[in-house]
């Protein structure tokens, strides 16, 4: 069984940075991670995913060229780091973990493993 502990989420301003985290419980070598995030009355929503193995990342339309996706090994932890935040991305954001037969496209349901969630929360 695989664990997931996301952290990082906070309050920032518009045009903000913050950086997410998820640890794994045991190594994640040939997994999808991926993040989703999601707002109040809003479905989850697929955001990014790596393969831990290759490297190879994928991004939503919504975030791509703001967020960034990278791992570390060593540490078992996959990053999220979101760049120039806007209002609508205020969300409870996810990691999550699949094992790698293609990490897109990134629909929740295709995704076994989850964290807790962290809040992220822009203010204008």
């Known amino acids: 069984q695989l664990h997931l502990a996301d952290a990082g989420g906070g309050s920032v301003q518009a045009g903000g940075s913050l950086k997410l985290s998820c640890a794994a419980s045991?190594?994640?070598?040939?997994?999808?991670m991926g993040w989703f995030r999601q707002a109040p009355r809003q479905e989850r929503e697929g955001l990014a995913a790596i393969t831990t193995g290759t490297g190879y990342t994928h991004y939503a339309d919504s975030v791509k060229g703001r967020f960034t996706i990278s791992q570390d090994h060593a540490k078992n932890t996959v990053y999220l780091q979101m760049n120039n935040l806007k209002p609508e991305d205020t969300a409870v954001y996810y990691c999550?973990?699949?094992?790698?037969?293609?990490?897109?496209?990134?629909?929740?349901?295709?995704?076994?493993?989850w964290g807790n969630g962290t809040q992220v929360t822009v203010s204008s």
């Open positions: 045991h190594s994640t070598i040939n997994y999808c």
């Open positions: 999550a973990s699949r094992p790698a037969s293609g990490c897109a496209p990134l629909m929740p349901s295709r995704y076994n493993y």
